[in-house]
């Protein structure tokens, strides 16, 4: 019979399991990808029937099977070549511990969190092409965070909640320490950077869960400060960019910059948070997955260089409008209801930075609308040859984009129970700071 501490344990197991046998089958392209999808599949089988075979509720487990959805998304409209292999086997690889923080309790939880961000500066040396800034600072970054986890370890409370608070912040990008977040979604390969796009934020808000009723008010006073200085920022870096990468990972700061705002705001973190948390790197991560189709066609290339696709790939065109207007918040996709429902709490008063928080708004409407526009209503360029999506490229964008759209029309008690449980020392403190 299933014990509960072996959950994390048997949710780690399969995607590890499945990046083995991913590796055995690297001679043949085509199994090897097979083989990573049903092993996601697995995956979210597990996630699924673990509560049954314990007798618990299903608390969660929406939550929990979005992540192996996400990566059987990232993977289903990668094309067949030598070098994607490695990113999908890296994929089952993150997923198995991503599945692991998420159900593990401390210590198994702060030492998953360590290995994490040690991962993931691994990938950028190994993936990074030279020694740039970028490469630099998301090396810092994810170093930090690794000394904040190992801290967490040693030091007691409150110092370990504060030591914590900085690895979440490194997952779920806060300035100044967002550069590793920046890193990963423009310097590593095939599927990853849709795929990190939600995990890296889901395992930061769930630890920020955890800590939350730990912090003071000073803590949350300064948070607050941080995240809409960050959003500000990120939004005006999204203006200048002429690289889609670069854009869309700044817009990612700046909408999870907003839901650092708020949760810092009111100390709280309601159910339609981890909507808005869902949806909004959902909706990243399909936008980083149809420009990576751009990008297998063309290379990476500037977006003044390409145009006009509306006509010659119409597929993809609709696809990609559709998405933009996901993520810039645009109803009925849950990016929009998930950042409603949080406005129309009790929790939340409306005051001054709420103002900068419709600034961010706009902005974003400008940045998206022109990487829209260059994309799809630009001249067309008579000497380039149009390719529109594959049947598993399509695919892949369409389920994600009914995912978008199930989490903005959902009953909001479908993520309702999902609350990690918080250690003794923490649950004490838990009304502390609700307003």
């Not at 014990?3 to 046998?21: D, H, N, Q, R, Y």
């Not at 040396?125 to 970028?134: F, H, V, W």
């Not at 991560?285 to 420009?291: E, F, H, I, K, V």
Request: charged share 10%.
């Amino acid at each position: 019979m299933i014990k509960t501490w072996m959950t994390p344990w048997l949710l780690m197991a399969v995607p590890f399991l499945g990046a083995a046998l991913s590796l055995l089958l690297r001679t043949s392209f085509q199994r090897m990808k097979t083989s990573a999808l049903l092993t996601t599949v697995a995956s979210m089988l597990v996630v699924i029937g673990t509560p049954w075979a314990l007798g618990d509720t299903l608390a969660g487990v929406p939550f929990l099977c979005l992540l192996p959805l996400t990566a059987f998304l990232s993977l289903l409209g990668q094309p067949l070549h030598r070098d994607n292999t490695s990113a999908w086997t890296t994929t089952l690889v993150l997923l198995g511990l991503g599945l692991g923080i998420l159900t593990a309790q401390a210590p198994a939880h702060d030492v998953m969190l360590l290995i994490l961000p040690g991962l993931l500066c691994i990938l950028l040396y190994r993936y990074q092409s030279g020694a740039t800034p970028e490469t630099w600072r998301g090396l810092s970054a994810y170093g930090l965070s690794m000394m904040s986890a190992a801290l967490a370890l040693l030091l007691p409370t409150p110092a370990s909640t504060v030591a914590l608070l900085v690895t979440c912040a490194t997952l779920l990008p806060l300035l100044p320490v967002h550069s590793g977040f920046i890193a990963t979604l423009t310097g590593l390969p095939g599927n990853l950077p849709a795929f990190l796009v939600f995990l890296l934020p889901t395992v930061g808000f769930h630890t920020l869960l955890m800590l939350l009723p730990n912090l003071t008010g000073t803590t949350l006073h300064t948070v607050a400060i941080l995240a809409l200085a960050g959003a500000v920022y990120g939004s005006l870096r999204a203006l200048i960019q002429a690289r889609p990468l670069p854009r869309l990972s700044y817009a990612a700061l700046a909408f999870f910059g907003l839901l650092w705002w708020y949760v810092a705001d009111t100390g709280t973190a309601p159910m339609q948070a981890t909507v808005y948390l869902s949806a909004a790197g959902l909706a990243a991560s399909g936008l980083l997955l149809a420009w990576y189709a751009i990008r297998a066609r063309y290379g990476d290339i500037d977006l003044r260089a390409l145009g006009g696709l509306a006509y010659p790939m119409p597929r993809f065109s609709t696809l990609l409008a559709l998405l933009a207007l996901a993520a810039l918040g645009m109803p009925p996709f849950g990016v929009f209801s998930g950042f409603l429902g949080m406005l129309l709490l009790p929790t939340f008063t409306p005051s001054g930075p709420f103002a900068v928080v419709m600034i961010v708004w706009l902005t974003a409407s400008w940045y998206y609308t022109d990487f829209l526009q260059q994309l799809i209503f630009g001249r067309q360029r008579m000497d380039m040859r149009y390719d529109d999506l594959r049947q598993t490229e399509f695919a892949s964008l369409v389920l994600l984009l009914l995912l978008l759209l199930a989490l903005g029309t959902a009953p909001s008690r479908f993520f309702d129970s999902y609350i990690p449980t918080p250690p003794a020392t923490v649950a004490m403190q838990e009304g502390t700071w609700i307003r």
